[in-house]
């Protein structure tokens, strides 16, 4: 949110109310508190009739600084809250007459005293970061000029600014498809079912880091409105609705360490099982299929020896307006136990797609609403829309006999053989609502998603075992990185829409995310051949790889022949990565690091590498350059280092720095470069 008209006057309506000293500063249970008017104190007089901020510093880990910054003390603190993992450490704080202080093993933030506003964050000494003057405040918008502070119904914001230095990048945010270096972009933290092609995200995550050793994560559920580099050119803002804001400085210094304390906050990724790396099959989404069309898709994928490892059921295994009632639509599948034991003797896992919402048709609705399992209205009613199904209601997962009523049915689905869930939706959460804990309706639009596939997510530990439980979720907040895997969404099929989703999945993986899928091919349209073949090159070379489309089937014959011919060449070369990919995945859970990562994730040290969005590495030693033209042509950089292709044999020698390459590969290969020395697995 941008709140500022030029770099001197506020907009119309804002009233800006600035750090201005820290006036007083004290030792207060292991924090550094400090007292910050927002004029200068001279005389006694000056203390009068205005507002005074509390900024408090902890030590929760070690190279960890939380910072709290408050206005009116006084409200309620409602759900609800990210589950932080915190140990609060006993920091080094010092106070003397120039500066106060305080040390989290190799960060630092000092206070300047005896002048203006001016906090310097320090990481091994050195500075990161720093908060100037104009950068902690409390605004205040208004609609009425402000004649005294006895005042009720304005709309008030805790703001934050934090310098960024000469040629700092930012990164992360969650799931976002827009450039991959955020400088200069305006990002709203909040929820939204609104494809892949646009500045909205299904994934949204109030964290990010930059090139100069630290992250930044902002510990609300709230619509965090983040600046970057935009109403400040040298500054990344952030701010949140209220009257406190609490955010955490993570010092790395390199960026998988940083992740490595971001996690360490806020969870590590289970691990996932075996099967979940193997392809995927989807009957895509208002296709028509029924038992018949299921099998035909597994004998074409026998005959063409693509190896399958899971099928996936979309909506349509459920009654139209029925969604959802748990239960197969019996006019397509008659005998459902029978046609899940038949996939099993096949070898093959089963996934079904299921949502939060129960339609009004469906019979679980009047037994929600007698029990109170869903969001309300004030006047106590059910909360309904026509939006995806109709006189749909949303399971209220705040209230503990919901969750397990919502879960019993997903047991008896696992009795019957589900293995695992699709866990669709959860970004349309009204803000209007009530809530059976009475938590905030404006932070839990975010938040509703953890709760929602935190529920499925147990469920499926407790009948499988850990390890052995995954999902297929497109939503998510920070912390969601617990309860893998996910999927980037709706994307088209184009090669932008292609490179879009490669962008989505790097910043997710920046943010803890270790396990990350997207609909090869794209989601709406149909693919053309040249993509499609170029989509199953890097679908099949991310964690995890699933074929699914909207109105059009994705087994790969349904394009052409020679898509089956590369489907099984790479489904294979997946097969064989497993090894790898497992050791790969355990690193994942252990230090929060995905499987996919961004280039500058694994060379930080080379400048090029921080700007690379069109590649990336599986895992520690292999080089994917996905090709995202139609005639075969790629441009990739290959890092200071010996490479091995991975598919010819070819070796290259960047012993003396970093080399651009410019090939042309035909279907049946692409950039695929092993590093040398690499890991035995490989």
């Not at 100037?132 to 205040?140: C, N, P, V």
């Not at 252990?590 to 040290?605: C, D, I, K, N, W």
């Not at 895992?619 to 091995?644: C, M, N, Q």
């Amino acid at each position: 949110m941008k709140f500022t008209n030029g770099f001197w006057l506020e907009k119309d309506g804002i009233e800006g109310n600035y750090a201005a000293e820290a006036y007083e500063v004290e030792k207060k249970d292991n924090q550094l508190v400090v007292y910050a008017p927002v004029r200068q104190v001279k005389t006694r007089g000056d203390t009068l009739s205005m507002p005074l901020l509390t900024i408090r510093y902890s030590a929760p880990l070690k190279d960890v600084l939380k910072i709290s910054i408050s206005h009116f003390e006084g409200a309620l603190d409602k759900e609800p809250h990210y589950e932080i993992h915190s140990k609060e450490l006993v920091p080094e704080i010092c106070i003397d007459e120039k500066e106060a202080s305080i040390k989290s093993g190799a960060l630092s933030a000092h206070v300047v005293l005896n002048s203006g506003w001016s906090v310097q964050f320090k990481g091994s000494g050195m500075p990161l970061t720093k908060n100037e003057w104009k950068s902690t405040a409390f605004m205040r918008e208004t609609t009425e000029p402000v004649q005294h502070l006895f005042y009720s119904g304005d709309k008030t914001y805790i703001k934050e600014e934090l310098s960024l230095s000469v040629g700092e990048n930012v990164y992360g945010f969650g799931e976002r498809f827009g450039a991959f270096i955020k400088n200069g972009q305006s990002i709203e933290t909040t929820n939204q079912d609104g494809g892949t092609a646009g500045e909205q995200s299904y994934k949204t995550v109030p964290f990010y880091l930059t090139n100069k050793g630290y992250g930044v994560f902002v510990n609300s559920s709230d619509n965090v409105a983040f600046e970057v580099g935009t109403e400040k050119v040298s500054r990344v803002q952030f701010s949140v609705p209220g009257e406190k804001l609490e955010y955490f400085i993570i010092y790395g210094p390199s960026p998988k360490e940083i992740i490595e304390k971001y996690t360490a906050l806020t969870g590590r990724p289970a691990m996932v099982p075996e099967w979940s790396f193997g392809l995927w099959l989807s009957t895509s989404f208002t296709t028509s299929y029924d038992e018949k069309t299921v099998m035909s898709f597994i004998d074409g994928m026998k005959e063409r020896n693509i190896p399958l490892s899971v099928f996936h059921f979309d909506c349509f295994w459920m009654k139209g307006f029925n969604w959802c009632d748990f239960t197969w639509d019996l006019e397509t599948f008659p005998d459902p136990k029978g046609l899940l034991k038949r996939l099993h003797e096949r070898g093959l896992k089963v996934c079904v797609w299921i949502n939060p919402y129960i339609a009004q048709r469906s019979p679980l609705f009047e037994e929600g609403r007698k029990a109170g399992y869903f969001l309300k209205k004030s006047d106590g009613s059910v909360w309904q829309t026509d939006m995806w199904q109709a006189g749909m209601a949303i399971v209220d997962f705040t209230n503990p006999d919901a969750c397990k009523w919502y879960a019993s049915k997903l047991d008896a689905l696992v009795n019957m053989g589900v293995d695992t869930f699709k866990t669709d939706f959860g970004e349309r959460i009204p803000t209007d609502c009530v809530y059976f804990n009475g938590a905030d309706p404006q932070k839990m639009h975010n938040y509703y998603t953890y709760l929602y596939n935190e529920c499925v997510f147990k469920l499926l530990e407790q009948r499988r075992g850990k390890g052995e439980a995954c999902l297929f979720a497109r939503s998510a907040t920070a912390g969601s990185q617990k309860f893998p895997l996910h999927w980037g969404g709706d994307c088209e099929s184009t090669f932008e829409a292609m490179a879009e989703t490669l962008r989505g999945g790097l910043s997710l993986g920046l943010c803890g995310f270790g396990f990350w899928s997207h609909d090869i091919g794209g989601f709406e349209g149909n693919p053309p051949p040249a993509l499609f073949k170029r989509w199953l090159q890097f679908g099949l070379l991310s964690s995890h790889s699933r074929l699914h489309g909207s109105n059009s089937y994705r087994v790969p014959w349904s394009v052409d022949e020679e898509s089956s011919e590369v489907a099984r060449i790479f489904t294979n070369i997946k097969l064989k990565l497993k090894p790898y990919l497992l050791k790969m995945a355990e690193e994942a859970c252990v230090s929060g690091v995905p499987v996919l990562r961004a280039m500058f994730l694994e060379f930080p040290e080379d400048p090029t590498c921080a700007f690379l969005d069109r590649q990336y590495m599986l895992g520690d030693s292999l080089l994917i350059a996905p090709v995202f033209s139609e005639d075969g042509t790629v441009e990739y950089y290959l890092p200071k280092g010996r490479w091995v292709h991975y598919i010819d044999g070819r070796e290259i020698d960047c012993a003396d720095g970093g080399r651009w390459m410019k090939e042309t590969y035909g279907f049946t290969s692409l950039p695929m470069w092993k590093r040398a020395g690499a890991s035995s697995e490989l």
